[in-house]
């Protein structure tokens, strides 16, 4: 079955980079996404990558992903403190069904 | 507002009692899903629906849980005889399903259940 992991915490200083790490099992994804959820609110939908493509960039935010090893990574750059909250990759097989695998979630510090 | 909204926000029971969640997902949205989240957790997924039938079911949903969306918009999802284990976030998530460019799900708020 489908599993995704990441590493639970991340701190860094205000103005660094941050790079959230993942793993996933299911060599059929289609499409792989970044959310982030900040306390007391949704899901907000940052970014995805079709599983074709190596690397996305959009703004801030850069997508990488390995399909040989199963590594997915969001490099934000330019960390702010309105970045901390926990962010969640997740994975979609559209081809067996419609719902999303969702990692146990890094928590991201940003600190002065 | 034309997100995804839930209703209550927030809901404490006792243990056995029954509760009743609502979704409202973006309008013309066929796909509605509901997903579990516990703490510490990413959410897990319970079930979906393309219009009004439901195709998928999590071996998460056990008997007690029931999910319905009858006129193919809003969906509710009861909880029958809780249990202190169904304490939960419960999200709700709607797309625009067949043809869409990237299957992004939009997320309500979510339901915060405490069973005591």
């Known amino acids: 079955g489908e599993d995704v992991e990441q590493s639970l915490f991340l701190s860094v200083r205000e103005g660094d980079s941050s790079v959230i790490n993942c793993t996933y099992t299911?060599?059929?994804?289609?499409?792989l996404y970044w959310y982030k959820q900040e306390p007391g609110a949704g899901l907000q939908l940052l970014t995805y990558?079709?599983?074709?493509?190596d690397m996305k960039q959009d703004q801030r935010l850069t997508v990488l992903l390995n399909k040989k090893d199963k590594h997915l990574s969001l490099r934000i750059a330019d960390t702010q403190t309105g970045d901390s909250a926990i962010y969640f990759c997740?994975?979609?097989?559209?081809?067996?069904?419609?719902?999303?695998?969702f990692g146990t979630g890094t928590r991201l510090q940003v600190t002065l | 507002d034309t997100g995804v909204s839930q209703d209550p926000r927030h809901k404490i029971t006792k243990r056995g009692q029954n509760v009743t969640f609502r979704c409202d997902p973006i309008s013309e949205h066929n796909r509605l899903y509901w997903y579990r989240q516990t703490l510490g957790q990413g959410p897990e997924f319970l079930t979906y629906f393309q219009n009004e039938a439901q195709l998928e079911k999590s071996r998460l949903l056990s008997d007690r849980f029931s999910a319905e969306r009858p006129k193919g918009s809003f969906s509710t999802l009861e909880i029958q005889r809780t249990e202190q284990g169904d304490s939960a976030m419960y999200l709700c998530a709607s797309s625009p399903g067949e043809g869409a460019t990237y299957n992004e799900q939009f997320f309500g708020p979510g339901t915060r259940l405490t069973v005591l």
């Open positions: 990558i079709f599983s074709n493509m």
């Open positions: 299911d060599s059929s994804s289609t499409y």
């Open positions: 997740a994975e979609i097989n559209t081809g067996t069904a419609s719902k999303l695998t």
